[in-house]
């Protein structure tokens, strides 16, 4: 008898609800006759940098801030993006950024 082929479904993405511990995990299924595949891409924010996202929401300069790729970044209220070190004083840092955006130096 021929092999039949496999029915192929798309790679279905949704974000996972299960597992409190992942906080931005999407799960995808990938279904044949056989098997039903699983993979699950995660992107975690460790403590300290969700510590740091608190103290840029509590910094009178930030409007926003966010975790993208391993980093965190704030948006001054004048539109400027930043991103921020976890040992960093965020008034230095947008005090560097914006005397870098006006003479090309920073401060030491």
């Known amino acids: 008898m021929p092999d039949k ?23 995808g299924t990938q279904e044949n006759e056989d098997k039903k595949r699983r993979r699950c891409f995660v992107d975690d924010v460790t403590k300290p940098n969700q510590g740091l996202i608190n103290r840029l929401h509590l910094h009178p300069d930030i409007e926003s801030a ?19 070190d976890i040992y960093d004083n965020v008034s230095g840092v947008i005090e560097d950024f914006r005397q870098y955006r006006r003479n090309g130096t920073q401060r030491r």
């Open 66 to 84: 966010w975790y993208f790729n391993g980093a965190v970044y704030g948006q001054t209220v004048v539109g400027e993006r930043i991103k921020f």
């Open 5 to 27: 082929p496999l029915k192929q479904k798309k790679l279905q993405f949704e974000p996972q609800q299960e597992d409190p511990t992942y906080t931005n995990c999407i799960v």
